[in-house]
Nanobody
Framework: QVQLVESGGGLVQAGGSLRLSCAAS????????MGWFRQAPGKEREFVVA????????SYADSLKGRFTISRDNAKNTVYLQMNTLKAEDTAVYYC????????????????????WGQGTQVTVSS
C-alpha cells in the first residue's frame, strides 16, 4: 500500500507561483512511477506530468511545458510540482498518483494506469 498526501495548494494571483508537495509512505518513491493530474470544475481529470520509476524520464502535458516542473526528493520520499506563471485556467484540484510497478524508463500518462491517489489539493488562480 502507498499513502499519498498532497499539500501546498492555495489562492494565488495570475502570474504567481506555487509548489505542491506529495509526501509518500508505504513505498520508496525511487522504486515506483509517479505523476500529477488535475481536475477543474465540470471537467474531466487531465494529465499534468509524470516521472518514470528510475526518474530518468519525464513527460509533461504539452500545454504546460515550460511552466510546470516535477521533481522528487528521495531522502524525503516526496514529489514536488513547481508551477510558475499561473493562469486562471490552471485552477483545479491537483492530485498526486503512484503505481505499484513500472518499467524503469516508462512514463505513464493515463489516470487508469495508477493504483494510488492522494486526496487532492485545491489550486485557485485569480485573474
Amino acid at each position: 500500500q502507498v499513502q499519498l498526501v498532497e499539500s501546498g495548494g492555495g489562492l494565488v494571483q495570475a502570474g504567481g507561483s506555487l509548489r505542491l508537495s506529495c509526501a509518500a509512505s508505504g513505498r520508496t518513491i525511487s522504486t515506483i512511477p509517479m505523476g500529477w493530474f488535475r481536475q477543474a470544475p465540470g471537467k474531466e481529470r487531465e494529465f499534468v506530468v509524470a516521472k518514470s520509476r528510475s526518474g530518468a524520464k519525464t513527460s509533461y502535458a504539452d500545454s504546460l511545458k515550460g511552466r510546470f516542473t516535477i521533481s522528487r526528493d528521495n531522502a524525503k520520499n516526496t514529489v514536488y510540482l513547481q508551477m510558475n506563471t499561473l493562469k486562471a485556467e490552471d485552477t483545479a484540484v491537483y492530485y498526486c498518483a503512484a503505481r505499484n510497478t513500472g518499467q524503469p524508463f516508462t512514463v505513464y500518462e493515463r489516470g487508469d494506469e495508477y493504483d494510488y491517489w492522494g486526496q487532492g489539493t485545491q489550486v485557485t488562480v485569480s485573474s
